[in-house]
C-alpha cells in the first residue's frame, strides 16, 4: 500500500523547507520532491502549458516558471486551470515513488508544499516547518526580490501558517537561527521514530 511509512513535509512559502530537508536527510530520511516532480512535469508537459496559457511562457520548448508564476499567482481561475491539469500527474508520480519507498519499511518524507490545501495524499502524519508570516514576507522580498505586494500575493495563495501549524503532527520551529533549526530537526527526527515504534 502506498504511503503506509510516509511523512508529508510542509510549510509555508520562504519558511525554510530546504534547510529542513537538508538536515532531515543527514539523518537518514530518504525524501521524495514534489516540487521537483511538479517542474519535471511542467516540462515534460510544456506544450499543453502553451496551449492552455500561450506560447509567450515558453522559452526554448520549457516552461518559463517565474513569468508563469506572476500569471497565475494573480488570476485565480488560470491557477485552478493548471493545478487541475498538473496535481493528478504530480500525485499518480509520487504514488509511484511512494510504493517503492514503502517497500524498505521505514518512514521516508514526502516534500508537499500543499499538503493541507489540497487533501489529495492519504498521509496520516505531517511535519510543518514553522516562520511567522512576518519572516515569511522579509525572506521572500530578499531571496527571490519581489516586492511587498508580489510577495505577499505567493504567501496569501497558501493557507496561513498558523493554521497549517495548528493541524501538523510535528512542527520545525524555523524562526530563530541555523543552530535552532539544528535541535528541532533532531528533535522532530527522534518524534517521528518513536511513533513508528
Same mark, same amino acid.
Given at each position: ?14 519558511? /525554510? ?6 538536515? @532531515?536527510? #543527514? ?22 502549458? /502553451?496551449?492552455? +496559457?500561450?506560447?509567450?511562457? #515558453?522559452?526554448? /520548448? ?5 513569468? @508563469?508564476? /506572476? #500569471?497565475?499567482?494573480a488570476n485565480s481561475e488560470q491557477k485552478k486551470q493548471l493545478e487541475a491539469f498538473l496535481h493528478p500527474l504530480i500525485f499518480a508520480e509520487i504514488e509511484t515513488q511512494a510504493i517503492k519507498q514503502d517497500k524498505f519499511q521505514k518512514p521516508y518524507i514526502i516534500d508537499?508544499?500543499?499538503? +493541507? ?10 511535519? *510543518? *516547518? ?39 503532527? +510535528? *512542527? ?8 535552532? #533549526? ?5 528533535? *522532530? ?9
Amino acid at each position: 500500500m502506498a504511503f503506509e511509512y510516509a511523512i508529508a513535509l510542509t510549510g509555508g512559502i520562504a519558511t /525554510g523547507k530546504s534547510s529542513a530537508t537538508a538536515m @532531515l536527510m #543527514l539523518y537518514g530520511f530518504k525524501f521524495i520532491d514534489a516540487d521537483k516532480i511538479a517542474h519535471a512535469m511542467l516540462d515534460t508537459h510544456a506544450s499543453s502549458i /502553451g496551449a492552455m +496559457f500561450g506560447q509567450e511562457y #515558453l522559452d526554448n /520548448g520549457k516552461v518559463n516558471r517565474k513569468k @508563469l508564476g /506572476g #500569471l497565475i499567482f494573480a488570476n485565480s481561475e488560470q491557477k485552478k486551470q493548471l493545478e487541475a491539469f498538473l496535481h493528478p500527474l504530480i500525485f499518480a508520480e509520487i504514488e509511484t515513488q511512494a510504493i517503492k519507498q514503502d517497500k524498505f519499511q521505514k518512514p521516508y518524507i514526502i516534500d508537499i508544499p500543499l499538503f +493541507f490545501e489540497t487533501s489529495r495524499y492519504p498521509i496520516t502524519r505531517s511535519i *510543518v *516547518v514553522y516562520a511567522t508570516k512576518a519572516q515569511q514576507l522579509e525572506r521572500l522580498m530578499k531571496r527571490e526580490g519581489y516586492d511587498e505586494n508580489e510577495a505577499t500575493q505567493r504567501i496569501e495563495a497558501q493557507m496561513n501558517i498558523e493554521e497549517k501549524k495548528s493541524k501538523a503532527n +510535528f *512542527v520545525i520551529d524555523n524562526s530563530k537561527d541555523i543552530k535552532h #533549526l539544528q535541535y528541532e530537526c533532531e528533535r *522532530v527526527k527522534e518524534e517521528v521514530l518513536q511513533s513508528f515504534d
